[in-house]
C-alpha cells in the first residue's frame, strides 16, 4: 500500500493534515493537484492549448485522453478500442503531435494518462503484422462471455475483440514496450482499458517491466473494472496494481440527484464493499455510460443543472480521485466526434459548439481549487441536511458547500462552517482573481465564531474555500493528533477523528509474506494505545496486508490495503513519520522487548526454522496460529520471534517449515533462549 498517492508527476496527494510554514501558506505551488479530466475525442494540439490556457491555471493535475494507437478506419468513437498496431497515429494526431501535447502540457503543470488498450487487438483475424502478433499470441475462445465465469471473463474474445494472451512473456513485453514509449516521451499514467477481462497478475507483470518516469516514480495506473455483485472478478483484486474505477460512485450519486434523498449520501465513504478512497477513481458518468448504459448516472442530457451538481458534490465530498468527462454531443451511440476542435476550428458547447466541455462549467472548473484547499482535511465536517435534498457541508475549516437539489424554492440558511472570518468568494456565482484578491460573483462573509449565511436557489449551489478568500490564502490553525512514544518501522497505527472508536481493534489477513502475520480471528487484535494513537506491531516486515479497523467488531472500516510503516490518519494512509512518529530499531523497554522474544540456537541446522506455540499466557492476547506456526527471523546465531507482547508462558515446537521439528516444549519467563538443548535467559540469544 502506497502512503502518499502519487496523481501527477511533481504533485503528491497526501490526504491527512498538512503542516503549514508562512511560507507554505503563500506558496500556491504547495497546494496538490487531486482531479482530472478526460478530454474524449480531443486532438493532441487543442489538449496541449488546453493544458497552456485553462487546466494549468485552474490546478488540474491531469489529462485522460483517448487511446493513441493506430486502429481500425471508422468514424464511431469505438473504433479507437480497436487497435491494429502500437503506432502512436489517430485522428487525434500523429507521433510528432503527440509529443508536442505531452511536453507542453507537462510544461504547464498537468500529467498525461494515456488509455491503453491492451487486452485485446480489432476483431480482424488474429494477425497485425505491424507489432507483431500472430494467432499464437490470442486467446482462441471466441464464444459469448458468461460473466458468471472467471475464465470465459479473461480469455474469451470480448465482442469479437481478439483477446491477447497477456500471461506470455512475449505479449507483455510487446505492451510494456509500447507503454514504455509512451514514458519516453513524458506520459505520467496509463488508463487500463478492460481490465477486468485481464487477469490482476498479469497486469502486475506487465506493470513491473515499465521504466519509472523523469522524476524517479513510477508511472500511476488505473485500470477499469466494471464490479458486479455476484460476479467472480471483482474490482478489489486490482488494487495491488493501482487505482480502479469505482462505478458505485456514480451510480450511487446519479440516483440520488435524480430521483431524491441525496442527504442519504453524508456517510458513503464509509458504506462497506467499495473501494478504498485512495484506490478508487471515481466519476459522474464516462464515456461508456453516458452512451446508453447510465441506468442512473448523470449526464450532460439530463435536464435542469442535476450534471453540475453531481461535479459539486464528487470535487467537495472527500472520497477517491475524481474524474471529469468532457465529450462532444451525440445523438446516436455511434456518433463520431466531430470534424474541428475546440481551439481548431469548432467550440465548446456554451460557445455554441459541439464539444460539452464540462471541466470549463464554472460550477466545474471553480470546484477543482476547492478540493486541492481542502485536501488537507479528508473528512466531512458541519454536516447539514434537511432531511431530503438539501444539504451543506465543510472540509475541517477550509472548505464549505451548500447544495440545493430541490426542484423549487431558495435555500436561505445560516450554516456553522467552522472557517475562519473573512470574505470568500462563492465560486459557484463568481470567479476569484487570486492577484487581485476579487470575486466577480457573490462573496460569502464568514463571522468570528464561523457562521455564515447563504441563499441558494433550486437546483444550485455555493461554495467557498481558504484559497478563494478577498484577504489571501488563510489556514486555520491545524492541530493534529500526537504520538505518545517511538515504534518500529514495522508498526501499523490507526486514529481516526470521524470515527470515534473506544476499542479500536485491527482484523487483518493475506499478509505478504504469509509467515509475517498469524492468522486471526474476527474482530482481530487489541491495538494498544500511543498517544493519541493506536498501534499494533506484528514484529516483522509486512509488504502488503489486508486489514479493517474496528470498535472491537461493532462500527468499522472499509477493506483497506496497508503496509508495515502506514498509518491510517483521518480516513488516509500516511507514513509513520508523517502522523509524527520517531522510528527506532530499539524498544523503549530493553528488558521488557527481551520478554516478548522466543529465540532458538538452531541446533538441529534446519534452513527455515519455524516456530509453532499454544497455550500462550502473556500482557496481551495473542492469536492462535495453524501448524508450522510462523518463519523466525535470524538474530545473530539465532532465530528469534516477537509476539509484540510481555510473555508469562508458553508451549512451542521448532521446525524445519513442518518437517523436522523438536519435542513439544516448555518455557517460562525469561528463560526464553532455547540454546544448547535447554531453556536459558533470553539474553543468551539475544547478546551471542
Request: contains cysteine; negative net charge.
Amino acid at each position: 500500500m502506497k502512503i502518499t498517492h502519487k496523481l501527477s508527476a511533481g504533485f503528491i496527494f497526501c490526504a491527512g493534515l498538512w503542516a503549514y510554514s508562512a511560507a507554505v501558506v503563500q506558496a500556491a505551488a504547495e497546494v496538490p493537484k487531486t482531479a482530472f479530466v478526460h478530454l474524449f475525442e480531443w486532438h493532441w494540439s487543442d489538449i496541449a492549448t488546453e493544458c497552456e490556457d485553462f487546466l494549468g491555471p485552474k490546478g488540474f493535475a491531469a489529462v485522460q485522453i483517448s487511446p493513441p494507437q493506430k486502429s481500425i478506419d471508422n468514424a464511431a468513437w469505438w473504433s479507437r478500442y480497436q487497435p491494429v498496431s502500437y503506432q502512436f497515429d489517430s485522428r487525434s494526431g500523429n507521433r510528432e503531435q503527440f509529443k508536442d501535447m505531452v511536453q507542453r502540457c507537462n510544461a504547464a503543470g498537468v500529467s498525461i494518462y494515456l488509455d491503453a488498450v491492451i487486452n485485446h487487438m480489432a476483431a480482424w483475424n488474429r494477425s497485425f503484422p505491424d507489432v507483431p502478433y500472430s494467432t499464437e499470441d490470442f486467446h482462441n475462445c471466441r464464444d459469448n462471455i458468461d460473466y458468471s465465469n472467471r475464465w470465459q471473463v479473461q480469455n474469451c474474445d470480448l465482442v469479437g475483440l481478439n483477446d491477447l494472451k497477456t500471461e506470455s512473456e512475449y505479449v507483455r513485453q510487446k505492451i510494456a514496450d509500447y507503454m514504455n514509449d509512451a514514458i519516453s516521451m513524458g506520459v505520467a499514467g496509463f488508463r487500463i482499458d478492460a481490465a477486468k477481462h485481464i487477469p490482476a497478475t498479469d497486469i502486475a507483470a506487465i506493470k513491473s517491466k515499465l521504466h519509472t518516469l523523469a522524476d524517479g516514480n513510477p508511472p500511476y495506473i488505473f485500470q477499469e473494472v466494471i464490479g458486479a455483485s455476484g460476479e467472480p472478478v471483482q474490482p478489489s483484486e486490482y488494487t495491488d496494481n493501482g487505482g480502479v474505477t469505482e462505478f458505485n460512485f456514480a451510480r450511487t450519486i446519479g440516483s440520488a440527484f435524480k430521483n431524491g434523498k441525496i442527504n442519504t449520501l453524508k456517510s458513503l465513504n464509509q458504506w462497506s464493499g467499495w473501494l478504498p478512497s485512495d484506490k478508487a477513481v471515481v466519476f459522474v458518468t464516462n464515456h461508456d455510460d453516458e452512451r446508453g448504459n447510465a441506468g442512473n448516472e448523470l449526464t450532460y442530457k439530463d435536464q435542469g443543472n442535476l450534471y453540475m451538481l453531481g461535479h459539486v458534490f464528487m470535487l467537495a465530498y472527500p472520497y477517491g480521485y475524481p474524474k471529469i468527462m468532457s465529450g462532444y454531443k451525440f445523438n446516436s451511440s455511434d456518433d463520431a466526434p466531430p470534424s474541428a476542435g475546440v481551439h481548431s476550428g469548432n467550440a465548446c458547447d456554451f460557445n455554441g459548439g459541439d464539444w460539452v466541455c464540462t471541466h470549463e462549467w464554472r460550477g466545474v472548473g471553480n470546484m477543482v481549487a476547492f478540493r486541492n484547499y481542502t485536501a488537507a482535511q479528508w473528512k466531512v465536517t458541519n454536516w447539514w441536511d434537511n432531511g431530503s435534498n438539501q444539504i451543506a457541508f465543510g472540509r475541517g475549516g477550509l472548505g464549505f458547500v451548500v447544495i440545493n437539489r430541490a426542484d423549487s424554492g431558495t435555500l436561505t440558511h445560516t450554516f456553522s462552517t467552522g472557517m475562519p472570518e473573512g470574505d470568500y468568494c462563492n465560486i459557484i456565482d463568481g470567479d476569484f482573481d487570486s492577484t487581485a484578491k476579487t470575486c466577480s460573483g457573490e462573496t460569502i462573509h464568514v463571522d468570528g465564531q464561523g457562521n455564515a449565511q447563504f441563499s441558494v436557489g433550486y437546483q444550485g449551489a455555493a461554495a467557498i474555500h481558504v484559497g478563494a478568500s478577498l484577504g489571501g490564502i488563510v489556514i486555520p490553525p491545524v492541530t493534529g493528533p500526537e504520538p505518545e512514544k517511538a515504534v518500529r518501522s514495522t508498526a501499523m497505527c490507526y486514529y481516526d477523528q470521524s470515527a470515534g472508536f473506544t476499542t479500536p481493534y485491527l482484523y487483518y489477513w493475506k499478509p505478504v509474506p504469509a509467515s509475517a502475520m498469524s492468522s486471526v480471528a474476527w474482530p482481530g487484535v487489541a491495538m494498544e494505545k500511543n498517544g493519541d494513537f493506536y498501534c499494533y506491531d506484528p514484529a516483522a516486515e509486512v509488504t502488503s496486508v489486508n486489514v479493517i479497523f474496528s470498535d472491537q467488531g461493532a462500527s468499522q472500516t472499509e477493506d483497506l490495503s496497508a503496509s508495515s510503516g502506514s498509518c491510517y490518519l483521518n480516513g488516509a494512509w500516511k507514513s509513520l513519520s508523517d502522523c509524527g512518529f520517531s522510528l527506532t530499531d530499539e524498544p523503549d523497554d530493553p528488558q521488557a522487548s527481551e520478554n516478548t522474544r522466543v529465540c532458538y540456537d538452531n541446533a538441529q541446522n534446519f534452513s527455515s526454522p519455524y516456530l509453532y506455540f499454544w497455550n500462550v499466557a502473556a500482557a496481551s492476547a495473542v492469536n492462535t496460529v495453524a501448524w508450522p506456526g510462523v518463519a523466525m527471523s535470524a538474530d545473530g546465531n539465532s532465530y528469534c520471534y516477537d509476539f509484540g507482547t510481555e510473555l508469562s508462558s508458553l508451549n512451542v515446537i521448532f521446525s524445519d517449515n513442518g518437517s523436522g521439528q523438536t519435542a513439544d516444549l516448555s518455557a517460562f519467563s525469561p528463560d526464553l533462549c532455547y540454546l544448547n538443548g535447554s531453556w536459558q535467559d533470553l539474553s543468551l540469544c539475544i547478546n551471542q
